[in-house]
């Protein structure tokens, strides 16, 4: 099954809070390829969730472009958790995610996709990738800003971008 949809000029605000989600807690796509455009996504999710507080994406490649992705949580990929796509990402604001243990603005595992004029920026992880976690991940990232992320825990890695197994181009 697939869907390729618009979601346009929306606001995804509150959801999942307080409850124990696995994935996905402002929109969850898999086997998708949506347009989304002009969307907000506010606080959504939860510490306890598993992966994804803002957006959760797996074998997908949507297009998102002009979206605010901020202050949600998630064990992994607080703002948006990405595993094998490749979706096209433009003009993105990324930032106040956070709560997790890998990637308080962005997740992808197995995923190459292409980055455009997007600001990472004040998102926090605990031990890896506040900015950008990047596992056997080739994305090509052009005018992007990563500034103020961090990781709090002793001995963390990679408070802009962590890599393990990828090539980013630059």
Known sequence: ???DSDINNIEIINN???TIL???G???MENSNPNINNVQIIGNGSTVSYAGGGIYMENSNPIITNVQISENASVRGSGMYIINSNPILRDLEIYDNGGGI???GMYLESSNPSIEKTRL???ITDKAGGGIYLKNSNPSLKY???TDNNTIMEGSSGAGIFLFNSNPSL
């Open 121 to 123: 920026q004040k998102n």
């Open 1 to 3: 099954y697939s869907a």
């Open 26 to 28: 402002g929109i969850y």
């Open 22 to 24: 696995l994935k996905g």
């Open 144 to 146: 992007v800003i990563i």
């Open 16 to 18: 999942g809070i307080g």
């Open 102 to 104: 890998h990637g308080g």
